[in-house]
């Protein structure tokens, strides 16, 4: 069994930082990329960051250049460094693992996602 447990969310009032974290457990042969997703009520879930195995992290254009992306997947962790937050960043953050499978010769993905942590910029 595969989770992705994040904690770091609350409340901060606009111009403020917050740091999210995620760690998965379980039995994984690897894992392709691991990275955080938000959904705000009454929108669609939306990529915010995402860090590969190796290669370039992404961010969504609304969050570049105040959130940064970090963490070790050989050790199954990845971080999220939110600063400059603004009321618009209001969401539940999933944190989000993109995993490979089987024998080396026929490899299938599966995703898996965490419960999601608030993060609520209001002052």
């Known amino acids: 069994q595969v989770q992705l447990v994040e904690s770091g969310g609350g409340l901060v009032q606009p111009g403020g930082s917050l740091r999210l974290s995620c760690e998965a457990s379980?039995?994984?042969?690897?894992?392709?990329?691991m990275g955080w997703y938000r959904q705000a009520p009454g929108k669609e879930r939306e990529l915010v960051a995402d860090?590969?195995?190796?290669?370039?992290?992404k961010y969504s254009d609304s969050v570049k250049g105040r959130f940064t992306i970090s963490g070790d997947i050989t050790k199954k962790t990845v971080h999220l460094q939110m600063n400059s937050l603004e009321p618009e960043d209001t969401a539940s953050y999933y944190c989000?693992?993109?995993?490979?499978?089987?024998?080396?010769?026929?490899?299938?993905?599966?995703?898996?996602w965490g419960e999601g942590t608030l993060v609520t910029v209001s002052s």
């Open positions: 989000h693992a993109n995993t490979a499978w089987g024998p080396v010769e026929k490899t299938y993905t599966m995703e898996f």
């Open positions: 379980g039995r994984i042969r690897s894992i392709n990329s």
């Open positions: 860090m590969p195995y190796s290669g370039t992290r």
